[in-house]
C-alpha cells in the first residue's frame, strides 16, 4: 500500500472533479431544479418566472495578476464573468454578493476603484449589491461573487439539447481576450499604444456579457442549447457534448477572428486557430441551432445587432467525438482548453 500513489486532484482535472462531488447532490434534487451542470443553477420562483444564480471565484495569481490588471478593471471583470452566465441562460441579472478577502496592506484607494469599475457595469445592467462577506487574507486577494437573476422558464437554453445536426454557433469574434492575455504576459504593455493591442488588451480586462443577446436567442424556438464562452470552445463544446450525449465537428476556416487577432498573431507568430479555439474568456455565447432555421436566424440577429451570427461547426451523434476541420480535412489542434487544477 506504501507505494500506492494516492489520487490527486490535478489527476481529476476540473471536470473530474464536478463529476465526483456532483453525483449525490444532483441525485436529492427535486424536479423542477436544474443544479450543477449548466451555467447557472435554475430554481422554480413564481410561474413562469425561474431564479438563476450563478457564483465565481477569483484568485490573485490564478485568474488575474494585481500587480497588472487596474482595480477598476478587475472590479468590472469581477462581476462581468458572473452576468455572462446568466446571459447563457437568457436571464436578466438583478442582485449580487461580494466576498473579498484582501491582504492588509491593501490601499484603499485601490478599493475605491475596484467599486468604480464594478458600479460601471452595475448600473448598466440594473445589478444591485445585496451583500456579501469582508476577511483580511493572508494569501493575496481573493474574489468571490454570486449573482441571481431572473428569467422566463419556457425559454431557458439548457446545456443539453443539442442535437445531432445543429449548426453550432458564436455571438462574437473567438480569440481576442487570449490574444490580449499573451500581450499582456509577454509584459507588451506598449502593445497599448497600438489600436490593434488597446482593443486585445480592453477586451481581455473587459469582457462584453451578452446580455441583450442572450435574451433574444433565448426568445427563439430554433436555438437549442446555449451556454457562454469562458473556458474556450474546445473545453466548452465537450460541456455540451457530455450534457446533451452527442459530438462536434468544428471548422477552423469559419473561426470568427478579429483583424486585431490577425495581426497581432503574425507580429508575434501566434497560431491563430489554436489563440481561437483553446483561448479563454471571450464571454461570447456558445449556441446550437436547429440546422434548417439557421440562415433565418442568423438574418434576424443580424437586423437586430448589426454584427453576423457565425457558424463555426455541426454536432454529430458520435457520443464524445469533438473533430476539428481544416478546408474539408481532418486536423489536430495543438492544444487543449483551459483546465483547472491540470495545467495550474
Ligand atoms: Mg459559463
Not at 478599493?111 to 448598466?124: I, P, S, V
Request: with cysteine.
Amino acid at each position: 500500500m506504501k507505494n500506492q500513489k494516492k489520487l490527486r486532484i490535478e489527476d481529476l482535472g476540473e471536470f473530474g472533479f464536478i463529476a465526483r462531488f456532483s453525483r449525490d447532490f444532483l441525485k436529492r434534487l427535486p424536479a423542477g431544479v436544474t443544479g450543477i451542470g449548466d451555467d447557472c443553477a435554475v430554481i422554480p420562483w413564481k410561474g413562469r418566472k425561474k431564479l438563476l444564480v450563478t457564483t465565481d471565484l477569483l484568485i490573485d495569481g490564478v485568474h488575474f495578476l494585481k500587480e497588472r490588471i487596474s482595480a477598476r478593471d478587475l472590479g468590472y471583470k469581477s462581476l462581468a464573468v458572473n452576468l455572462s452566465d446568466i446571459a447563457a441562460m437568457g436571464g436578466s441579472p438583478r442582485w449580487a454578493f461580494l466576498s473579498i478577502a484582501i491582504p492588509a496592506e491593501t490601499e484603499v484607494s485601490w478599493l475605491d476603484e475596484f467599486f468604480r469599475g464594478w458600479r460601471q457595469l452595475a448600473a448598466r445592467t440594473g445589478v444591485e449589491l445585496l451583500g456579501g462577506d469582508t476577511t483580511k487574507s493572508r494569501a493575496g486577494l481573493v474574489i468571490n461573487v454570486a449573482v441571481l437573476g431572473e428569467a422566463d422558464g419556457t425559454h431557458i437554453k439548457y446545456r443539453s439539447s443539442a442535437r445531432p445536426g445543429d449548426i453550432v454557433a458564436v455571438t462574437d469574434n473567438l480569440g481576442d481576450s487570449e490574444g490580449g492575455l499573451r500581450l499582456i504576459l509577454r509584459g507588451e504593455e506598449k502593445s497599448r499604444t497600438k489600436p490593434e493591442g488597446k482593443y486585445l488588451i480592453s477586451r481581455h480586462y473587459r469582457p462584453h456579457p451578452h446580455l441583450e443577446e442572450g435574451r433574444f436567442l433565448a426568445g427563439q424556438p430554433e436555438v437549442r442549447a446555449m451556454m457562454d464562452v469562458s473556458d474556450g470552445i474546445d473545453s466548452d463544446l465537450r460541456r455540451i457534448m457530455e450534457r446533451s450525449g452527442c459530438g462536434v465537428m468544428v471548422f477552423l476556416e469559419q473561426l470568427p477572428i478579429s483583424p486585431a487577432l490577425k495581426k497581432c498573431a503574425g507580429r508575434f507568430n501566434w497560431n491563430l486557430e489554436e489563440v481561437a479555439a483553446a483561448g479563454g474568456e471571450d464571454y461570447c455565447l456558445l449556441l446550437t441551432v436547429a440546422p434548417e432555421k439557421f440562415t433565418g436566424l442568423a438574418e434576424k440577429f443580424f437586423r437586430r445587432f448589426g454584427r453576423p451570427l457565425p457558424a463555426i461547426g455541426q454536432i454529430t451523434d458520435e457520443k464524445g467525438q469533438l473533430r476539428y476541420f481544416r478546408n474539408g480535412h481532418q486536423v489536430v489542434l495543438e492544444k487543449s482548453g483551459y483546465d483547472h487544477f491540470k495545467h495550474g
